[in-house]
């Protein structure tokens, strides 16, 4: 059974590369031209999410030795991370193919509630993190409009109260859920949907025990653990600034530097900062789209032309990055039948 589920997911991912690869917004030969002037840039780019995925599974480390033992080694761990984001990548919604297979494999090493549990907190946190990225977004923005580097108009005065009541709803949603759990809580929310409501039902009776159990673990590494609980937060949220520097980079290769030096450079990096913290949130609100296709590329668009920079850097950006996804997300794939072992080390 779990190896027809891992083939599934395979197969599933594997497909998703491809409809990605078919779907750049540029023919093959324009598409070599942005990577040949790209150049070195696209090795450091790509190489500098190598740093961001052992961030994450740094993170995702702490909180498994949070509520115990973590027998599984940190390598394994890295590669359930990357196939486990490739394969969000790949699903509508996220989370509908890097969750259930990270459970699945962790699984082979500690009990599943533990897994299960584990993979929750990690995904609550990723996105816990994201709320407060995007709400430091709205604060470095102001600082920079009070400074007047970038526009402040009654149109963005507006946007940016409807993002920072967005952030706040979120992180208050999430403040509860780390206090009372989710388990119990999103199973009883599937179930009001159509179609799912005798499934909840029938769910909840049959795991009701279990789920209380991932609850309590929930609440534990908030309440009780908090040096895991923060250290898993400082990390993501830390890589979400990291992850800034694939735009800083394609900024300096357009010769967007600010007019040089510490404070050209400070300057450049922010605006990078921007341009990635409101595109990821106009991305995110599109994520039932697969591999948020159109949805990115809007964001991007918008972001640097708020920026005071022209749609070539939008468009150059923009391609890179997907260059980027679809390499990590064709390593994530490939990753699922690579070292596969169904015994702990």
């Excluded at 480390?61 to 973590?70: A, K, N, T």
């Excluded at 949907?193 to 009701?208: C, M, N, Q, V, Y």
């Excluded at 040096?227 to 990390?235: A, E, M, P």
């Amino acid at each position: 059974m779990r190896k027809r589920i891992n083939n599934l997911l395979f197969a599933i991912g594997l497909a998703a590369v491809i409809v990605m690869l078919c779907t750049f917004e540029v023919s093959f030969a324009e598409l070599w031209a942005y990577i040949t002037r790209a150049g070195y840039w696209l090795a450091a780019i790509l190489g500098l999410w190598i740093v961001l995925y052992l961030m994450n599974a740094w993170a995702w480390r702490v909180i498994i030795l949070g509520s115990g033992p973590c027998p599984i080694s940190f390598f394994r761990l890295l590669k359930l991370t990357i196939s486990g984001f490739a394969l969000n990548y790949a699903t509508p919604i996220g989370l509908l193919g890097g969750e259930p297979y990270r459970i699945m494999e962790l699984s082979k090493y500690i009990d599943v509630r533990r897994a299960t549990s584990s993979v929750v907190l990690f995904a609550m946190m990723h996105i816990f993190c994201h709320f407060w990225f995007w709400a430091t977004g709205i604060v470095t923005y102001l600082a920079l409009a009070a400074a007047g580097k970038v526009p402040l108009e009654t149109g963005t005065v507006v946007a940016l109260v409807f993002i920072g009541l967005f952030c706040w709803a979120g992180i208050y949603l999430f403040m509860k859920g780390y206090k009372n759990g989710m388990a119990v809580r999103f199973i009883h929310w599937l179930g009001h949907l159509p179609g799912l409501k005798k499934w909840g039902a029938r769910f909840i009776a049959a795991h009701e025990e279990d789920l209380e159990k991932i609850d309590r673990q929930i609440t534990e590494l908030q309440g009780q653990n908090k040096r895991s609980f923060f250290g898993s937060f400082c990390l993501e949220y830390v890589g979400r600034f990291c992850q800034s520097f694939e735009i800083f980079f394609m900024l300096l290769l357009f010769g967007i530097d600010g007019g040089g030096g510490a404070a050209g450079y400070l300057l450049t990096f922010l605006h990078a900062f921007l341009i990635l913290a409101f595109t990821s949130l106009f991305a995110n609100l599109l994520g039932f789209i697969p591999l948020q296709l159109g949805g990115r590329e809007g964001g991007f668009a918008i972001s640097v032309a708020q920026m005071g920079m022209t749609g070539g850097t939008a468009m150059f950006i923009s391609i890179i990055s997907r260059v980027r996804e679809l390499f990590w997300a064709a390593a994530g794939i490939l990753l699922m039948k690579v070292g596969k072992d169904n015994k702990p080390h």
